[in-house]
């Protein structure tokens, strides 16, 4: 398989030519060298690099992290120690967001409760809450 042109690059990988053009602009993917017609030509494993770049950010790493890892494969001296640490990292990191999240669930139930769903908007407690003028983290 030979260069793909960019429409190319995003249909083999599964993205839109913004996507392609943004991961360049980032430093994500190296820009490639161009055709006599002024076209990009990318060398075809292109796409496993954006196919890597999609998977890791399905799996919640920020395109910041994505760039590190893609670093460390050509890094001398790096580890799979060093990716596990960024992986275990990520981990935390999800963890904290899912406490979050049922923190945010169990205060919006707490509050979903204490309204009836019957009378005037201004004498809603959801909203009350919302409008307190300190900051509470009790519902």
């Known amino acids: 398989m030979g260069p793909l042109r960019s429409k190319q690059l995003a249909e083999r990988s599964g993205v839109n030519l913004q996507t392609i053009r943004y991961y360049q602009e980032i430093g994500l993917l190296p820009e490639p060298p161009r055709s006599a017609a002024g076209y990009r030509r990318f060398p075809p494993d292109a796409v496993r690099r954006i196919r890597f770049i999609r998977r890791a950010q399905e799996l ?17 001296g790096a580890t799979c120690a060093d990716v596990r640490r960024r992986a275990s990292s990520k981990i935390a990191d999800i963890e904290a967001k899912i406490r979050d999240l049922i923190w945010m669930k169990n205060a919006l139930k707490r509050l979903a409760t204490s309204c009836s769903g019957a009378g005037p908007v201004g004498d809603c407690p ?9 900051s509470s983290s009790e519902c």
Request: glycine content about 4%; cysteine-free; charged content about 40%.
């Open 60 to 76: 919640g790493f920020a395109l910041a992290e994505v760039k590190e890892l893609l670093a460390l494969r050509v890094q001398k």
């Open 126 to 134: 959801i909203l009350d809450y919302f409008d307190e003028k300190e």
